[in-house]
Each structure stands twice: as structure tokens, then as C-alpha cells.
């Protein structure tokens, strides 16, 4: 069985940073894609950083490219997250997915393993 548990979550100021971690047990990610996608207060969840098989792709929505950054760990069982300038419009729940059936590009998910999220919370 696959676990996935994210870390790092917290509250931080405007222009602030903070790094998530995402930490897959029973089985590495090889193989799999890897993601992290966001709820903000009263909207749907929405894919915002993606990571190809290869680590060589990777997607990043509008709203967070040249602020975030997706990596992973050379053993395939930690992704991380790195945001930068963080803004009050970052605020939500961030969850950790490793995707079994979608497309890197996008973050698309039909099926996936989900962490239980972490809060992240920017205030002005």
C-alpha cells in the first residue's frame, strides 16, 4: 500500500517562503507522476506543479511559475515544493499526489494516491 504524507505547511507573510515536503512510503515513485495540487477557501482543488516520470518534465500553472519550484529526491521516494514570494492568494490546503493514471502536463489525474494535505496559510 502506498502512503503519501506532505509536511512543511504553516503560516507565513507576504513575499515569505516555505518549503513542502512529500514523502511516499510502500513503494518509491518511479514509475509514477508525481504532483502537488491547492484548495483555496471555498474553490475547487486545482493542479498547479507537475512532475514527469523522467524528472525532466515539469508543469507549472500560471499562477505560480517562476515563484515555485517541483524537485524530487534521487531515490524516488521524497518530492519537494519550494515556493518563493509567496502571496495571500496562495492560502489553501496543498495535497500531494502520486499519480498512477494522467499527464504531467496539466497535472490531469484519473487515478492517484493522495497525502492528507497540509495548510499553508499567507497573510498580508
Known amino acids: 500500500q502506498v502512503e503519501v504524507v506532505e509536511s512543511g505547511g504553516g503560516l507565513v507573510q507576504a513575499g515569505g517562503s516555505l518549503r513542502l515536503s512529500c514523502k511516499v512510503s510502500g513503494s518509491s515513485f518511479d514509475g509514477l507522476l508525481m504532483g502537488w495540487f491547492r484548495q483555496p477557501p471555498g474553490k475547487e482543488r486545482e493542479g498547479f506543479a507537475c512532475?514527469?516520470?523522467?524528472?525532466?518534465?515539469?508543469y507549472y500553472a500560471d499562477s505560480v511559475k517562476g515563484r515555485f519550484a517541483i524537485s524530487s529526491d534521487s531515490a524516488k521516494t521524497t518530492v519537494y515544493l519550494q515556493m518563493d514570494k509567496l502571496e495571500p492568494e496562495d492560502t489553501g490546503v496543498y495535497y500531494c499526489?502520486?499519480?498512477?493514471?494522467?499527464?504531467?502536463?496539466?497535472?490531469?489525474?484519473?487515478?492517484?494516491?493522495w497525502g492528507q494535505g497540509t495548510q499553508v496559510t499567507v497573510s498580508t
Open positions: 512532475i514527469g516520470r523522467s524528472a525532466t518534465t515539469v
Open positions: 499526489a502520486a499519480i498512477r493514471s494522467g499527464t504531467w502536463s496539466g497535472c490531469v489525474v484519473y487515478a492517484a494516491y
